[in-house]
């Protein structure tokens, strides 16, 4: 569980935000706000206390409180529309602590590799150190697969999630554990596997859909979050179950760091 100290630290680098809309910093009219550059010496930042207000202000709090409850799903919602709202860089970093205590390390790797390098600035010294070691950790604790397709536009779809289309620009961070990978193009036929993999493993898979054409197929695709929408991808109609739902991972480990 969240010690004291833990809770003093959270609240010791509490993240300094940008003003939600509606809310502007005592600069002159047309002066732009100037951000510190890295190695810059500069004031940091003023805290949330001191930039946010009214209802901004209070989903923030709401959110820590949560995150420190571990009510990781709470927190992560709040966060994400905070970051929304603010576009500051530091909250990537609340919302990859939020993956990672939901053992999501391929989303929290994300997050934590946009915080380093969107927000650099934004930390002290010793923060941004906890954020790229948070990032190592979860780049070390992920997995790849490597999806190459024989036919162009294709679509791509792990564990019902549409990640793009062949040829993909890069390898896909996936958990450990097992993943169903389905691609399929309309006039071909569908290629689906369970793939099982081990942290730091790169997995490669070579997607034959020239020799099994057949006729455009349905991709059921879960975890929406806007019910009831179709689209189509590669000729492949995706359609968002509006009946679907997330169910995150229920660990629970001692929170070190917040900002």
């Known amino acids: 569980m969240i010690t004291r100290r833990a809770l003093a630290l959270a609240l010791s680098v509490a993240v300094a935000l940008a003003p939600p809309a509606g809310v502007a910093y005592a600069a002159p009219a047309g002066d732009a706000v100037p951000s510190a550059s890295p190695g810059e010496s500069s004031t940091p930042p003023a805290s949330l206390a001191d930039t946010l207000t009214g209802e901004t202000l209070r989903d923030y709090q709401t959110a820590r409180t949560l995150l420190l409850h571990h009510d990781h799903v709470g927190a992560l919602i709040r966060f994400t529309r905070l970051y929304g709202e603010t576009h500051d860089p530091r909250l990537l970093a609340n919302m990859g602590l939020c993956e990672k205590e939901m053992q999501r390390m391929a989303r929290a790797a994300d997050l934590f590799e946009r915080a380093v390098s969107e927000g650099a600035s934004f930390f002290a010294p010793d923060q941004l150190a906890q954020v790229e070691q948070l990032r190592d950790a979860a780049l070390a604790a992920v997995a790849h697969l490597r999806v190459s397709v024989d036919v162009p536009g294709a679509a791509i779809v792990v564990d019902d999630r549409l990640v793009g289309t062949s040829p993909l620009a890069g390898d896909l961070r996936v958990d450990r554990g097992t993943h ?63 009946s679907s739902h997330e169910t995150p991972g229920s660990a629970q480990s001692p929170l070190r760091v917040s900002w």
């Open 180 to 242: 169903r990978v389905r691609v399929a193009k309309a006039g071909y036929g569908e290629w689906t596997r369970d793939i099982a993999v081990v942290e730091g493993e790169t997995r490669h898979l070579q997607v034959d859909l020239e020799g099994d054409r057949g006729t455009p197929i349905w991709l059921w695709v879960t975890g929406a979050t806007i019910a009831g929408v179709a689209l189509v991808v590669a000729g492949v109609s995706v359609f968002h179950s509006s």
